[in-house]
């Protein structure tokens, strides 16, 4: 499991020389995030100034991180490179194919059966080519790489959105798409859009109720899914200086759901405290010794308004805990104002579920908080009225928990302690209370709350709060409880109410685990053989996209118009779905089934062209397949938010989507479309989105001289004969068109390699 101390020191050796010469480069004072960008330059040196939103720049992570669900398609195509050993440090995590049902013994040992086949090619794909392995029950990927990898200062790629959690111990650190994994496993630059940079100042101190889930859930509510995009968000202030490090890390994780690139905090004293606490004094001390290049120079927090871009000011003292949601995590509610939204929302009250997990919320931090409410609840002899459930983030903190006597605490309200993985974030939750539709409401400490995310059920109304806010709703049984105000009825028939909660950051007798589910890669691999059965439904080799002929695309039909949000879990669904993510041609049989469709606002039932017929998408989609027809598909605003699965750019592709037409793209699912050879492109008028009809035509008469900063023209050809011409805008650059000539950006590598 060891970190690379030489490769940490050698970041620590360049640092102060390149951040320098970028100073002097910039002109100016500089943020945290500048320091990491500038000091992580593929080319060394920083010659230049680029600008932000704007240049594309060459990057040099130092680490990688894979979950199961994205590594087998990730390793994948990493086989495809031709290397013998990744280019950086990487690990692979099993915590996404573990379904939580029964408890934590019984259901990693029913994951054990059901995915070995998956585990065992993840585990000898890791050890041919150098990379650590997580076994399943190791923990969540986010935790596991705080406790062991992340490291002040240093840059870090993911095959998972939540990567952004170590900011938290103040990294750059970015979720991918596999294919960027690809690259930099390949001994490739990984090439990211210079972000924009918004400051938050954070004054004050949490207090009572508050937690650092509720600096998120409020940036979330003030910048919205989108408020971020493009934007590394730097949080600084005394208030960040008062909070944990695996606080942070909660606030980061969730920038995702802003869309931002990442978020990150200065080094402090509660980084330090953090890695000394999981036996990592040699981090600490080399961080110390370069610790004015960590954070943000003093001029850039004494005016943000002159370095960032925008600037958010929170007062941690006078912020009060929130629930978010249904079904987005940005609709941000102060639990005091929850009773009246809630009526007149008309959203279920009685609350089924408390969850508190996941890669946001499962620190050793975290379940003393949420234990302190439960303890109360024991000793107050109140019954919870909703079922909870447990997921520790590591087994290091599971152990630390048990032994320490916390989860004994959860088990006396009756918990199920789940396994240390993903379970009912990633929708992996045979969920026993409700099997139909109906409306219900459930509460929890994850990230995401999108529409059948943690269930499949639509009428699932997911609230996103703090571990200690989760418990107390869970003990209430009520979504408008408001601890600070209300009271509850005990066995005795007492009025009651529970204390603030009381945490604590970092085990009193230290962290300790008996077996961390770390396998170390065999030192040369090159003898391992990966097997993988031509008959297997979970895997298969993957096959290169073919080339671009280099001309115009003419008679492109349109396979669906996606109406309002439309994910990643909309485009390529999650939940029983993770079982086919390393078998490309099985997965594709949930190609945008989610979606729903602008013109009967029913998912997966959209008209065929070629019969006039309406049916599933990934059955029409192959027929036009079978025949040779390429296809668009039109979205809206963010179109493909949410995850970095780079299935949802792969599907459509394999089954012969050609272009994806939309008003707005999240950023990573943007570079998914460009890796595998999309043409991802935004209407320049988007009130264009109004033209588009189901029986249309496409014609993309300009491409053959597709270049970077031309527009595309398309002639829509409607069911009547009659035209519209409209413009398309792209963001692809000299070395993106590349990809899109080569059929992926895999080819390329392959070729430059060859
Ligand atoms: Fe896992 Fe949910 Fe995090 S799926 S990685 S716990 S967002």
């Known amino acids: 499991m060891a970190y690379d101390i030489d490769m940490i020191k050698k970041v620590y050796t360049q640092i102060a020389e390149r951040v320098d010469k970028a100073r002097e480069v910039v002109g100016k004072p500089l943020t945290l995030s500048e320091k990491i960008l500038y000091s992580h330059l593929w080319d060394g040196e920083a010659t230049q100034a680029y600008t932000r939103a704007a240049d594309y720049v060459n990057f040099s992570p130092d680490r990688i991180a894979c979950q199961d669900a994205t590594a087998q398609m990730a390793l994948l195509q990493f086989m495809q490179a031709g290397k013998k050993k990744v280019g950086v440090p990487t690990t692979v995590h099993c915590d996404h194919l573990i379904q939580a049902k029964q408890g934590a013994k019984k259901d990693l040992k029913r994951a054990n059966e059901t995915s070995n086949e998956v585990f065992d090619f993840l585990g000898s794909v890791s050890n041919k080519y150098g990379i650590g392995f997580w076994k399943p029950g190791a923990g969540i990927i986010h935790q596991v790489v705080l406790e062991n990898y992340a490291f002040p200062g240093g840059m870090m790629i993911g095959t998972d959105s939540h ?271 409700r099997k139909g539709e109906e409306k219900n409401t459930i509460v929890h400490s994850f990230n995401r709350n999108f529409s059948k995310r943690a269930d499949g059920n639509p009428n699932t109304h997911a609230f996103v709060g703090s571990p200690e806010m989760v418990a107390a709703i869970a003990i209430s049984g009520r979504l408008d409880f408001d601890p600070t105000r209300d009271k509850l009825i005990n066995e005795d028939g007492e009025e009651v109410m529970l204390e603030e909660p009381k945490g604590i950051e970092l085990p009193t007798r230290g962290f300790e685990v008996e077996d961390a589910g770390y396998v170390a890669p065999m030192k040369d691999g090159s003898g391992v053989d990966i097997k993988v059965a031509s008959d297997s439904e979970r895997l298969e080799l993957l096959t290169p996209f073919k080339p671009w002929d280099g001309k115009n695309l003419l008679d492109a039909k349109l396979l669906i118009k996606a109406h309002g949000k439309c994910t990643t879990d909309h485009i390529s669904m999650a939940g029983p779905w993770l079982r086919y993510r390393g078998h490309l041609d099985n997965i594709s049989n949930n190609c945008l089934i989610g979606a729903v469709n602008a013109f009967n ?24 397949k079978a025949k040779g027809i390429p296809t668009v598909v039109v979205g809206d605003h963010n179109y493909g938010e949410g995850s970095s699965r780079e299935h949802a750019a792969m599907e459509p592709r394999h089954l012969g989507v050609f272009v994806v037409l939309v008003k707005s793209f999240a950023r990573i699912h943007e570079t998914n479309l460009k890796k595998q050879g999309m ?15 189901e029986d249309d035509t496409f014609n993309f008469i300009d491409l053959e001289n597709f270049a970077p900063n031309q527009p595309l023209t398309i002639e829509i050809v409607h069911a009547d004969g009659s035209k519209d011409t409209i413009k398309a805008n792209h963001t692809y650059n000299e070395n993106q068109i590349e990809w899109y000539k080569e059929g992926s950006a895999l080819n390329l590598i392959k070729k430059l390699n060859a």
């Not at 029913?602 to 049916?615: A, H, I, R």
């Not at 043409?679 to 109004?690: C, R």
């Open 163 to 433: 990567t952004v959690n170590a900011g938290g111990l103040g990294m750059v650190a970015v979720g991918v798409g596999g294919a960027d994994a690809v690259d930099v496993m390949a001994g490739m630059p990984w090439e990211l859009k210079f972000p924009k940079l918004i400051g938050v100042k954070l004054t004050g101190e949490l207090n009572g109720w508050t937690a650092s889930k509720d600096v998120i859930l409020k940036v979330a509510g003030i910048l919205t899914v989108k408020g971020g995009t493009g934007a590394i968000i730097e949080y600084f202030g005394e208030g960040a200086r008062n909070l944990s490090c695996t606080g942070k890390g909660t606030i980061c994780n969730m920038g995702a759901e802003v869309g931002a690139t990442t978020s990150t905090f200065g080094y402090d004293d509660s980084m330090e405290r953090f890695l000394r606490a999981t036996n990592r004094d040699d981090v600490a001390d080399a961080a110390n010794g370069v610790r004015e290049y960590l954070t943000g120079d003093d001029e850039v927090y004494e005016n943000p308004e002159q370095y960032f871009d925008e600037v958010i000011e929170i007062n941690l003292s006078e912020l009060r805990p929130h629930l978010n949601g249904p079904f987005t995590p940005d609709l941000a509610t102060p639990i005091s104002e929850m009773s009246v939204k809630a009526k007149e929302n008309d959203w279920p009250i009685n609350v089924d579920w408390g969850l508190i997990g996941s890669c946001t919320n499962s620190s050793y931090e975290d379940l003393t908080r949420a234990a302190s409410i439960a303890k109360q609840a024991v000793d107050k002899k109140i019954k919870a009225k909703s079922d909870f459930g447990i997921n520790p983030g590591s087994e290091q903190i599971r152990y630390t928990a048990e032994r320490d006597g916390l989860l004994q605490i959860f088990e006396d309200l009756d918990a199920t302690i789940f396994t240390n993985a993903c379970g009912p974030c990633i929708g992996q939750w045979d969920r026993s209370d």
């Open 601 to 624: 606002m029913k998912t997966n039932f959209v008209k065929s062209q070629l019969t006039g017929e309406y049916g599933g998408v990934p059955d029409t989609q192959r027929e036009y």
């Open 679 to 693: 043409l991802g492109i935004t209407f320049d008028n988007e009130s264009d989105y109004e033209l588009i009809k």
